[in-house]
């Protein structure tokens, strides 16, 4: 489901900040090389990261998601001087690629990748984090949630991405489509959880922009 005609979204991106020249490189690669390459956080939201990131100046950030890195280096560009970003995936075919486009650019001694399960690795992440993105297996939502909320603090920020699920959220329900019900029930949980502040953004996918209170 197209949320925007082309005609729009290419007018949203016209008058946006461009990309750095390296996102594009990593978007050329992507999509030569990676399987899915539809899954690469767009040119738009990347910098809609990045200044929500700048915004927050964060120490630690937590990404939960990497593919092939591009949204580690768009929330990279709001960390402060001493910060890190905690960045997981479940791919270790991607590890080495992501490494490249990391050490180009100028944050690569403060990204620190993460390979596995992120339910298994979070808890064992001793940081605060002030900004929090989930993208990642969708049926565990309502998991890394859990699993993050004690890791935050008053103030922290937690961003959800593809939470319209390309419209299914307003369709009927496939009783068979696991993913749309846990997205149902995580957009709602999040609008009605007492210790969030939350807004669905109808940014490319959908954005939910939640902060900890």
């Avoid at 915004?55 to 990279?76: D, F, H, K, M």
């Avoid at 496939?174 to 995580?186: G, I, P, S």
Wanted: glycine share 6%; net charge negative.
């Amino acid at each position: 489901m197209h949320f925007l005609s082309q005609v729009l979204e290419d007018y949203l991106a016209d008058n946006s900040q461009d990309e750095p020249e390296l996102l594009r490189e990593l978007t050329r690669e992507t999509h030569l090389k990676v399987v899915q390459p539809r899954m690469l956080t767009g040119r738009f939201q990347g910098r809609v990261l990045s200044l929500l990131s700048k915004l927050v100046n964060p120490r630690y950030i937590l990404e939960i998601g990497t593919y092939t890195g591009y949204s580690a280096l768009c929330l990279a560009e709001g960390l402060q001087q001493d910060g890190a970003l905690h960045t997981i995936d479940i791919n270790p075919e991607l590890h080495e690629m992501q490494r490249t486009y990391f050490d180009k650019s100028g944050y690569g001694k403060h990204i620190h990748q993460h390979v596995g399960d992120a339910l298994n690795i979070i808890p064992d992440l001793d940081f605060t984090f002030d900004l929090v993105f989930i993208d990642a297996e969708k049926k565990q939502y309502d998991n890394y949630l859990e699993a993050v909320l004690p890791k935050t603090k008053p103030g922290s920020v937690i961003l959800s991405d593809n939470v319209l699920w390309s419209g299914k959220v307003v369709e009927p329900l496939d009783k068979k489509d696991k993913a749309t019900k846990v997205l149902l029930d995580y957009n709602k949980k999040l609008n009605n959880h007492p210790k969030l502040d939350t807004v669905l953004l109808p940014i490319r996918d959908g954005l939910t922009l939640s902060r900890v209170k």
